[in-house]
DNA sequence: GTTGGTTTTGGGAGCGCTCCCATACTCATT
DNA sequence: AATGAGTATGGGAGCGCTCCCAAAACCAAC
């Protein structure tokens, strides 16, 4: 691996000012530049990374952790669409990814041997629990960052899909179907996401006049399995329609439907969260609430390249739109 | 952040003696370790993980790159395990992951600076398609690699699983119960993974005497659209059962086989290959090759450690077995 | 008390880069 | 010619660590 102090003696100049052809820095005559240039190509030089980091006191590498409690929801493609999102902005913008996956045993040692470690610039955190203790390492090490998904703490940024609101237009929507005992299956609701659905749920009932009945609230954790237990509870409570807040839960429930032989949407309408690829494919095709997750991606990378950029700025915050894909699920009639 | 130096002056040592209790070298008293381990503790020191990497030689950081041809298969859940797998096995062996997806346009550019800058000890290449540009410029720079799923060089080191042996016992399994004519609906098989599981097929029918049908083959491409399009041309010559290549193939078979109103597995049987989560809950649940994924990334960074630490060896390679998952898709009878 | 071996410790020389400051050189302007 | 402003270059001093070698300390045995 040729260094810069190579280029430098086989394009007659110093150290410097290769340095400065490196770095694009204006003050290099065009004949040098030139001269560098080429000694680069032939040397098939490649600077270091590590020894510019070193010198530079910064990587360019920002961390994204996705914490234990999640990793499991792995099986549906939430993460790796976050993901390819944050690696998409980051490639756009010469940063690089370091996976951090939370292991059940991480201990408070390791998560401060990471983040003190100078490797990182900044993290994003990805969908944490309340209280995880990712969250309040990362706050007491002054490490730059930004969690996808709300926060407790206001002071902290994010990003976000604004979840009352689409939970709320997916329940007006099964609303104006006609459709009365409205229930819902949440989220864990340790998690803002879950919560918050559950509150547009509440809001979209109370804003017409509906009092909401606590025995159509059935909490789930996300899972296949978890849909169907919850709307075994459901069912007893002759539920006209369902709120999943989750696609993955929403089959599960209609498994349930199917099996005791009532029709979708006829007897029970149905709605999903996500818009995950096979809700298109469900019989019937499930209405849900698709949101922008790649988006969130790029958008939480960017937002942290700004606070990088500006560290005196207070917390960032965007939520972002979700929209409702109304599909055969919740539309009854001309079936 | 306190550096070693200061550590060194809290404890009344020198930068060398604090170096060496930092990693655990033998020769130091007890005494002095355990002063400085205080100093330590006092100052919350953290060692400098990029100065560290620089005065070394090496980062502790490996590179897992997911190609951009295969991105887009995100949509099911193998790569998210994978990533799993490997992130899980490089906390245990305190590294990290840098995750590198392949994007279009900035692929071909930011190759080889990615490659030749020093930040990764090694990498870690899942899928990649053949004649993929990533493996030869990888091979170019002499960094050392291992490749998730069989490569065409043979001097590659890489971790498989039994594709082979896989299929074969599936279509061993549809033999025993009895079925006869044993179609087949592979992948594209210009994949090693499609090839080998043809090639099983082919050996599991040549074992038992059967001669093989060209015209009980036919080509998909992975995907569930393919699998209805193989499936239509299967038809006419009356399989009795198929072996899928892929389980979202087999679930376009089932669509097709269904829709001409027949029964599985009573008139056809069907068996898949991933053994994905929406398997189970097909109807028939069916019956596949489950391989182990996980297991499969976490090989891949012990053979990538192993190559580190011996870098003479030649290529490891190490194929990992699978196993048949038997559901109600090739068992008729009681149902 | 000397010798020789072993263990423990200290200090210097980098690793390959950036950044700042000093120098040299260029070109008007007086 | 002398001055000053501006631009191009060079060189030194780190960044925070590891690694090697030499020095010091210790301990046994003669």
């Not at 030089?45 to 994204?64: D, E, F, K, M």
């Not at 470690?117 to 730059?144: C, N, Y």
């Not at 369902?242 to 429930?253: H, L, R, Y």
Request: aromatic letters at 4%; hydrophobic letters at 40%.
């Amino acid at each position: 691996m040729p260094t810069l102090e190579e280029v430098a003696q086989r394009s007659g100049v110093s150290r410097s000012t290769v340095s400065r052809v490196i770095n694009n820095d204006p003050h290099v005559s065009e004949e040098t530049r030139q001269k560098v240039l080429q000694a680069i190509a032939e040397l098939d030089y490649h600077p270091n990374a590590v020894a510019r980091s070193l010198a530079a006191g910064h990587t360019q590498i920002i961390g994204l952790v996705i914490p234990t409690a999640v990793a499991m929801l792995f099986s549906d493609p939430y993460f790796p669409r976050l993901i390819q999102g944050v690696a998409a902005e980051c490639n756009a913008s010469d940063y690089s990814v370091m996976l951090w996956i939370g292991e059940p045993e991480y201990e408070r040692r390791t998560i401060h041997r990471h983040l003190n470690s100078g490797l990182l610039d900044g993290i994003i955190v990805a969908s944490a629990v309340r209280g995880d203790p990712v969250v309040s390492a990362l706050q007491q090490s002054g490490l730059p960052f930004v969690m996808v998904g709300r926060p407790d703490d206001p002071t902290i940024s994010y990003v976000d899909v604004d979840n009352v609101h689409g939970a709320r237009e997916a329940v007006l929507h099964l609303l104006r179907q006609g459709y009365r005992r409205v229930a819902t299956i949440t989220g864990p609701l340790n998690t803002a996401a879950a919560f918050d659905r559950l509150e547009g749920y509440r809001a979209a009932l109370q804003s017409r006049g509906i009092a909401v009945d606590e025995n159509l609230i059935a909490e789930g954790d996300f899972t296949e399995e978890s849909g169907v237990l919850a709307m075994r509870k459901l069912l007893p409570h002759k539920p006209d329609a369902v709120f999943c807040a989750s696609d993955t839960m929403a089959q599960g429930a209609m498994r349930v439907i199917r099996g005791e032989g009532l029709r979708i949407p006829e007897d029970i309408a149905i709605v999903g969260y996500d818009d995950m690829p096979f809700a298109v494919n469900l019989d019937p095709p499930l209405t849900t609430v698709r949101q922008p997750i790649e988006r969130m991606g790029q958008e939480a990378v960017k937002l942290l390249l700004d606070l990088l950029a500006h560290p005196n700025d207070g917390p960032h915050r965007l939520v972002l739109p979700t929209e409702l894909i109304i599909r055969a699920s919740t539309v009854r009639g001309n079936s």
